[in-house]
């Protein structure tokens, strides 16, 4: 009972993104469930715990400073690239390498917005553990929420799938073979099933 009978499944054309404004984990503070919300509008992601109320907040934007200038005394050419920070100064001090002189430079700035697909098991944002995740063998199973849940139970408890043609790789089509495999329904489901009621 519970398990999704529906034999067909008609791909939404969701891309993991949609399911990636709000994302369950695990709180690092008292382990209870916190909901992870990313605005990719603004460049925001939160950490909300509504059990212990920690909070948290993450800009997803980062630059890498770039200095490229002349010495103002000796003329020696002066690179320096700073990877990866999560501010901007109107001026920054380097040090001349050749005449060891100190002065104040306008960088420039290239933006990132960054956030990562590559971790299994953890939020792309604050790499936090999802809540919704389950061994499968060697594998592992993972929602980044209700939502994203019930879209899988749905596309694995399918016994016909149909494409929808959109010009791009849905998040369904994207999925590990061990997903997409017929004869792991039946077991994919009853973990599904057990995932849902943590
Ligand atoms: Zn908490
Ligand atoms: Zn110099």
Redesign the pocket.
Known sequence: MGIASSTRFKDQNKILRHFEERISVC??????R?EVSTDFTLCHSRLH??????QLDKPLVFFDIVVKEYCKLCNFRIVVETPEVGYRKEAIKVRCPDCGCEESYKPTYIEHVGYSYSFDGVDPFFQLPLWYQAPFKDELLWAYGSEHLLYLEEYIGAKLRERNQPRYMTMVERLPQFIKSAKNRDALLKLLERIKLK
């Open positions: 709180c690092p503070k008292c382990e209870k916190a715990c509504p059990s212990c109320f920690y």
